[in-house]
């Protein structure tokens, strides 16, 4: 038996076309042989029509394979590794919207179960019913810092008001190598910012000076636990013994915050003798970062008050419009479940036990790495070691060089690296220099690497003459990403939908790129 095929004319298409299915010979098997792989994807408008969804999952993946690998992106303190079953789990609940607690009870279960658990790793008092801590989930250290500001703050205006005195000039002590984050935090909530400088002996908080700044209208002083510059954990004990003497002289009650963002999960495991949370009477209240070394995927964060005292009870709103009577404090409403649950999967999964192992493995491999650095006579290292501050490298060159630490970090990015390079905090801006984040994914094998990359983009910097780095310099600023977007209006335009540009600008959004963009 012969089995004959037909060639299907071109009215037998139209026609079936025209009744809304299109004929098989007409679809492509391939997203890179549709129109849609032969037009620019769209970036300003919503288009029109509809596309596939495995075109649109192709496009959309095609523009990501420009970002950075994460493992080896060496910038940022955030997890970018978890176990298959944790993303399992986070996949599973992704859909889950965590503040409808009584339709999401089990969640929100496992959120007071970490809240126990963080509370009681910072040694929060447990003797007293009546006085227990408090504790919530946030979306990350930024968060959980601007409520804490805020509890601060109208403490304070409470206690103020109370006695009948004015609460218009209220201020925070802090490091000038605070986080970005405490600067928005005083912003926004309109409370002064009393900053200590940073000196070239002293790259974090002084507590003495810290001290000295504070007066009756200090809502609280802020000890950070894993500088962002450099990883010092800042002397918060030292804080607390000049903190109790000076109230206990002048009848003021300051409060110390800690913002334990990165090193709230690394000091209790490998130094854990180490004096910062709640063992300190002054401490009220404490953030850390669950996506920094809480080994999970961002965002989550936490916040853990000392007791109800602190956290004036007109900033919780009581709702019941979810189903049932719940407080709640955030600066957001919703937001998913799955990093919660995810986090709690960390927690039990590893124990004490197991974060120990982590932590240790990873401050080794930071000495191992500032050792290696140092060796090689031509670097300065920065950050403390030996578990005195977090798991990372911070350095910068050592004498007079024709090429600077923006250089290396360039050199560096070559061959993958994400080694950020930066200007220390105010006043202390002339001094440059690198980070490397240790994290749980950066083994000693990759370490090893990192050395010999570091080691042959030294000298391939020696080969370079000044004029060549200089000229490099320039090309790299004026074809950096950030520098076309913003040099956005040397498009050519044309007539057709309008758009503002940052200058404020109406243009068409059908563009055509100016010679000598790409």
Known sequence: MVFLSNAVSEARIKETNSNG?????????????????????????MPEDEMPSNTAYRLVRDELQLDGNPALNLATFVTTYMEDEAEKLMAENIAKNFIDHDEYASSAELCNRCVNMIARLYHAPMHDSTTEALGCSTVGSSEAIILSTLAMKRRWQLARKAKGLPTDNPNLILGSNQQVAWHKATRYLEVESREVDCSEGFLCLDPV?????????????????????????????????LLEKKCAETGWDIGIHVDAASGGFVAPFVNPDLEWDFRLPRVVSINVSGHKYGLTYPGVGWNVWRSSEYLPKDLIFNINYLGSDQASFTLNFSKGAAHVIAQYYVLIRLGKAGFTKIMTNLTQTADHLSDCLRATGRFEILSEGNGNGLPLVAFSLKGDQHFDEFDLSAKLRERGWIVPAYTMAPKLEHKK???VVVREDFSRSRCEILIRDIVAAMKSLDLIDQKTIEAYRAIKDEHSHFALQKNIAQFKIKDDEPVQDANGEVHSLEIKQAPGIC
């Not at 200090?218 to 954990?233: A, D, F, K, Q, R």
């Open 433 to 435: 220099l690198l980070r």
């Open 21 to 45: 299915v299109h004929h098989a010979d007409t679809v492509t098997t391939s997203v890179y042989g549709s129109r849609w792989a032969a037009e620019d994807i769209p970036r300003y408008q």
């Open 209 to 241: 000076k810290a001290v000295e700044l504070a007066d009756e209208n200090t809502i609280g002083i802020v000890v950070i636990l894993g500088s962002t510059y450099t990883g010092h954990y800042e002397d918060a004990k030292k804080v607390n013994e």
